[in-house]
């Protein structure tokens, strides 16, 4: 399985904080998350984020969460997935709300100096090294809906 490792470094040079990939960050999703992330076929209970985000993407995917014209757009309203967003909808274009989902329902297992909540929050708030719309691809019901590209 590929994993998603990371760890932040910050310039004070130029402010610039860049998340590299040093140290794996294994998270544990809290129940309602689990969940979803099982109803995708995942096992387990410790995942890395980029396994978080694949079964994500599966879910939504298999509960057909996405608009057929416009496939950025997840309409998970009724859905325990728009339950966990606090949303009726939302754009793979604008991940934010997602995010803020997943810092508050993943929780640290690894011993890196930056866990999970503290990546995320980092990478959105520097805007990098976050999947931006080339690398956070919506792609057809037979491929991964969200997809990191490295």
């Given at each position: ?10 310039s ?6 860049r ?11 809290k129940?309602?998350?689990?969940k979803?992330?099982?109803?995708a ?8 984020v980029k ?21 950025h757009?997840?309409y998970c ?8 967003l606090g949303?009726q909808?939302?754009s793979?274009?604008?991940p934010?709300?997602?995010y ?9 297992l690894a011993?890196?100096?930056t866990?999970a ?6 990478a959105?708030?520097?805007?990098m090294?976050?999947?931006s719309?080339?690398?956070l691809?919506v792609?057809?019901p037979?491929?991964?809906f ?5």
């Open positions: 399985m590929t994993t998603f490792s990371t760890s932040a470094h910050c004070t040079s130029d402010s610039a904080c998340i590299s990939p040093e140290q794996t960050n294994q998270v544990r999703p129940l309602p998350l689990l979803i992330l099982q109803a076929g995942a096992q387990g209970e410790m995942f890395t396994e978080v985000m694949h079964y994500l993407g599966q879910y939504i995917m298999v509960k057909q969460l996405y608009d057929q014209q416009e496939q757009m997840v309203g009724g859905d325990l997935l728009g339950e966990l949303r909808s939302f793979v274009k604008d934010s709300p997602l803020d989902m997943l810092r508050k329902n993943l929780v640290t011993t890196a100096t866990d909540a503290q990546t995320l929050a980092l959105q708030d520097h805007s090294d976050i999947p719309q080339d690398q691809k792609k057809s037979h491929g991964d969200f997809c990191w590209t490295e």
